[in-house]
């Protein structure tokens, strides 16, 4: 087993700090994937938030580098979706920067467009994206990492009504 694969067996069995730690080392390769850094971003972002159980250290830790493995990545792979996607989002949930609709809807058209723009666009009361959002979720089920489980979270709250439409 690689140490992406075990980074990921262990963000699912949700010991967070092992698994950043372990992601950690997979970033510094040059052959990391990109999900690697989003994963690891996410996993720093929902550690760093109220109510998490990170505590001392690695809180701190969380809270410093979720940006840092963002613009890590962006250096690598250049400006995707997806890294421009969840900085966009973490400003607004973290520091309360407005929505970002129309950035949003950009993004979708762009080459190499994720699938996890979907579950915002529908977020912000446009149902036409309901049919993403519904294989976006099946998706996430598959691999159930703190991102993945961060976009359950939210589809499957009580004020998500897009199963019943």
């Known amino acids: 087993m690689s140490q992406y694969e075990l980074a990921i067996q262990l963000d699912v069995e949700q010991k967070l700090e092992e698994a950043a730690n372990l992601y950690e080392a997979v970033v510094k390769e ?3 994937p990109l999900d690697s850094f989003i994963n690891l971003a996410c996993l720093y972002w929902v550690s760093s938030q109220p109510g998490s159980n990170a ?5 701190t830790r969380a809270g410093e580098r979720m940006y840092e493995v ?3 990545a962006q250096e690598r792979f250049g400006k995707q979706p997806e890294i421009v996607f969840w900085r966009l989002y973490f400003n607004q949930i973290t520091l309360g920067e407005p929505t970002f609709l129309d950035q949003a809807l950009d993004l979708i058209g762009q080459p190499n467009s994720s699938p996890v723009i ?4 529908y977020a912000e ?14 998706d996430v089920q598959t691999l159930k990492t703190t991102k993945n ?3 359950l979270s939210f589809l499957d709250s009580p004020s998500s009504d897009w199963k019943e439409k």
């Open 30 to 32: 040059s052959n990391a």
């Open 55 to 59: 505590r001392g250290e690695f809180y």
């Open 70 to 72: 963002l613009d890590e």
């Open 118 to 121: 979907y579950f915002y666009l």
């Open 125 to 138: 009361g446009n149902d036409n994206y309901i049919p993403f959002v519904r294989r976006l979720y099946e």
């Open 149 to 151: 489980r961060y976009i």
